[in-house]
């Protein structure tokens, strides 16, 4: 098994991709608009990823946050809330917020299941700041560590409640970003004294079973490197003073805050200890290149994939609620009720 999660190209897999995918066995994938059509669509593409890969338990992502940042909608499957609408509820009824944001995953649970999609990439830990930019705007819970904590990990609890793995992202924090990482590398001047805040919820939900790392520098940690290309970072900050232990992936390779070939990005995020890298630009040029150039995953990164495919399993809930309609309708209700 390669180190890499990888796009696709379209709505079903063509004859190159499926020879470079048995031939490569990438760790899983990743699905963006351009891979979903009708249910029946998708579900019958990830049933042929899993047979490709012979394993029930590969990842299948997909960015599914609510908001701007959604894959699925309209008119199959319902719309939700940017992560932002339960940070002001929970200004005037925490209780009721947290609910609902549990609630409001248990029901994006339901609807990836459904399709065998098994992981969201969710929640945003991020914590914004004035000034920064609106990359995460939004998509943040709130401004507050304590509070993006703990709606981070109401969130958490529902996706593994409707039996999908979570990732926290942007570890340790891209809150802080003056500039867009998909078009330029952000460096960030904080010192590390200030940096705290922004780990603290990342610190909170340690023992989530992914996380994607932030394509930033931060001087005060690293001034050679970003986040993702950083051993010390990954050693000294993400697996020590946060004390993360599940797995970690790196952002898009194809990000254009990372400099180099597509296999010196892949080398580099390796290099740095990141156990998988994401390339999400479906491009088959692009991914042959990354599957020549990729090692074999390491025995640790192998044993981090399985425990966290297992954390959903584990921690699935039996009680019954996999009706999505109703899900959305208990959660509007905390919403208004707290209005």
Request: net charge negative; with cysteine; hydrophobic share 50%.
């Amino acid at each position: 098994m390669t180190p890499l999660l990888l796009g696709l190209s379209g709505l079903t897999l063509t004859e190159d991709e499926r020879a470079l995918f048995k031939a490569a066995d990438p760790a899983g994938y990743i699905l963006f608009g351009r891979n979903i059509g009708a249910p029946e669509q998708v579900r019958a593409l990830t049933a042929e990823l899993r047979a490709l890969a012979g394993r029930d338990d590969l990842p299948i992502l997909i960015d599914q946050e609510g908001g701007r940042v959604a894959r699925l909608g309209p008119p199959h499957w319902p719309l939700f809330p940017p992560a932002r609408r339960f940070g002001e509820v929970f200004a005037v009824a925490p209780v009721t917020a947290i609910e609902a944001a549990r609630i409001n995953a248990r029901a994006i649970a339901v609807v990836l299941a459904d399709l065998g999609i098994s992981v969201d990439c969710l929640p945003v830990l991020d914590v914004p700041v004035p000034g920064a930019h609106d990359i995460i705007g939004d998509r943040a819970y709130a401004l507050e560590p304590g509070v993006v904590a703990s709606l981070g990990d109401a969130t958490l609890r529902g996706l593994r409640e409707g039996g999908v793995v979570g990732v926290v992202k942007h570890i340790p924090g891209h809150g802080r970003a003056a500039t867009d990482s998909h078009l330029e590398l952000p460096v960030v001047t904080a010192d590390r004294a200030v940096l705290e805040a922004d780990f603290a919820p990342f610190r909170a939900l340690a023992a989530a079973p992914m996380a994607m790392t932030a394509h930033v520098l931060y001087e005060a940690l690293d001034p050679d490197a970003c986040a993702s290309q950083s051993r010390v970072v990954v050693e000294q900050t993400i697996r020590g003073t946060i004390g993360f232990d599940g797995l970690l992936m790196a952002d898009d390779l194809g990000m254009s805050a990372l400099g180099g070939t597509l296999p010196e990005r892949l080398a580099g995020v390796l290099a740095a200890d990141c156990d998988l890298a994401l390339h999400c630009s479906g491009d088959f040029a692009e991914n042959a290149a990354l599957c020549e150039a990729a090692p074999p995953m390491t025995a640790q990164a192998l044993a981090r994939l399985a425990r966290a495919m297992a954390w959903a399993v584990d921690g699935a809930s039996a009680d019954g609620e996999t009706d999505v309609a109703a899900l959305v309708a208990r959660r509007d209700a905390l919403l208004v009720s707290a209005a």
